[in-house]
């Protein structure tokens, strides 16, 4: 049995799996909030002992310290975190210098990868939106990055004295009102710059690629997308488990 970590900038992603299953036994999420580690003590105890721990982190060495603490007093395991690698499981990281690029990109492309989707366009929508281009030989040919929506809408409200919407707003073409323009226009450019991104790599790619998404937004980003796009779920997740079959098999 291992335990699976995806350390995000919101929230936790947990799952259990068995060695021999590609399904989870049991997930769940935490909020890095005040009381997180007995969120996950409440989610964790009772549950069958583990033989590993295998973790990504886009966070902080403090927040991995917390996770790796609470891990060890419920498993009584030390995680081990996955570092960005230059090659892995058929997959070849596009930077210059490869641990740069986070970890949770290199899984999600590593869990694509495993799952034969060919030539794609990966795309992770939540706090960050990334972007990333890969082929169906595992070749990463780079990618972007840029704030997520809500981000955005968060940062403009932030920085200007009289973009105050006086409540949520809708995404729609040309907005009368405050709240709907600051929705429209950062959802809209998010959509903009994927239609745009996967259009320039679209001759690298060999023509029209899939578009993949996932993440926290990926419901809403995906209605505002041309065309066909797939939903991804837990991307690092089960690049993790891809990555610990591999390091398994190479034992």
Request: hydrophobic content about 50%; overall charge positive; aromatic content about 4%.
């Amino acid at each position: 049995m291992r335990l699976l970590l995806d350390l995000g900038n919101t929230r936790l992603k947990w799952a259990l799996q068995d060695d021999a299953a590609r399904d989870w036994l049991a997930r769940g999420t935490a909020a890095w909030e005040a009381g997180m580690e007995g969120v996950l003590a409440e989610a964790w105890r009772g549950r069958p002992a583990v033989s590993q721990v295998l973790g990504a982190s886009v966070v902080d060495a403090g927040r991995e310290t917390q996770i790796a603490r609470c891990v060890t007093q419920i498993f009584g395991r030390v995680p081990s975190w996955v570092r960005t690698p230059a090659m892995a499981g058929g997959v070849r990281n596009g930077y210059a210098e490869p641990a740069r690029l986070g970890v949770d990109r290199f899984l999600a492309m590593l869990a694509a990868h495993a799952d034969a989707l060919g030539d794609c366009i990966l795309v992770g929508v939540g706090t960050a939106l990334t972007l990333d281009a890969l082929t169906a030989g595992g070749e990463h040919l780079g990618g972007l990055i840029a704030p997520g929506p809500q981000l955005m809408q968060r940062s403009l409200l932030g920085a200007t004295a009289r973009v105050r919407p006086q409540g949520p707003g809708r995404v729609v073409e040309a907005a009368d009102n405050t709240a709907d323009a600051v929705t429209s226009g950062c959802w809209l450019a998010a959509a903009a710059l994927v239609e745009r991104f996967a259009a320039r790599m679209s001759a690298r790619l060999g023509g029209a690629a899939l578009v993949a998404i996932d993440g926290g937004d990926a419901d809403a980003l995906i209605r505002l997308l041309p065309g066909p796009v797939r939903r991804r779920h837990d991307s690092v997740l089960h690049g993790l488990a891809v990555w610990a079959r591999a390091a398994g098999a190479a034992r």
